[in-house]
C-alpha cells in the first residue's frame, strides 16, 4: 500500500455498493476519493475542487453520463474521464470519446484497469480483431440506440422513427444489450 496521495477520483455510478468497491480498491492505490450517486452530486462535488480523473457510468439514475462528460471537462479541460458501463455500444463508446473521455470500459472491469486507462494516452494497435460481424440482434441494439440519442432520449419520437410501437421499443430498452 502505498503512502501518499497520488491524485483526486471522482467516482460516479448509481450503484452504490460498485461505487463503494472501486473506490476502496482506488483508496488502496493511493488516490483521494470522492464517490457520487447522480451526476447532480457529481457536478457538486466537481465544482467545489475539480478532481483530475472521474469515473463516469453511462446511465446514471436515468440521466445520461455523455452530459456529465461534458460538465466535468467545462470545470477542468485536463481532467481524465474514463467511462464504465453495463450498456456498452460502439455508438456511445465514439460519442464519449468525441465528447472528451480519455477511455471506455465495459463492465465488469477491476481497479487495475481503471488506473490503466487514466494513463492511456494512445490506441493499442496490436488489438486483436474481431473476425465475425456483429450478430442481427447486436446490430439492431445499436440501431435503436443511435435512434434514441439523436431524439435525445424521446422514446415516442424514437419508437415512430424506427416505424415501431412504443412499448415494444420500451420492452426493447428493458433488456441488457445482446452480446456480440
Known amino acids: 500500500m502505498e503512502s501518499e496521495v497520488r491524485s483526486e477520483v471522482l467516482i460516479v455510478d448509481d450503484d452504490a455498493a ?26 457538486a462535488l ?16 436515468g440521466e445520461s ?3 456529465l462528460i461534458s ?10 474521464i474514463v467511462v464504465l458501463t453495463g450498456y456498452g455500444s460502439i455508438a456511445t463508446a465514439v460519442e464519449a470519446i468525441k465528447l472528451g473521455a480519455c477511455h471506455y ?4 472491469a477491476n481497479a487495475d484497469e481503471v488506473v490503466a486507462a487514466f494513463y492511456r494516452d494512445a490506441g493499442d494497435d496490436d488489438i486483436p480483431l ?3 460481424p456483429m450478430s442481427l440482434k447486436r446490430l439492431e441494439w445499436e440501431q435503436v440506440a443511435r435512434v434514441l440519442r439523436a431524439h435525445n432520449g424521446n422514446i415516442s419520437e424514437a ?5 415501431m410501437h412504443r412499448r415494444t421499443l420500451q420492452r426493447k430498452l428493458a433488456k441488457y444489450p445482446v452480446k456480440r
Not at 465544482?47 to 446514471?60: Q, T, Y
Not at 470500459?105 to 465488469?108: A, F, T
Open 18 to 43: 460498485f461505487c463503494d468497491r472501486l473506490a476502496g480498491a482506488l483508496a488502496i492505490r493511493g488516490y483521494a476519493i470522492k464517490t457520487a450517486y447522480t451526476a447532480g452530486a457529481a457536478r
Open 46 to 61: 466537481a465544482s467545489d475542487n475539480p478532481p483530475e480523473f472521474a469515473v463516469v457510468e453511462l446511465k446514471i439514475a
Open 65 to 67: 453520463g455523455l452530459k
Open 71 to 80: 460538465a466535468l471537462i467545462g470545470l477542468e479541460p485536463d481532467i481524465r
Open 105 to 108: 470500459l465495459c463492465k465488469p
Open 130 to 132: 474481431n473476425t465475425s
Open 159 to 163: 419508437a415512430r422513427a424506427l416505424s
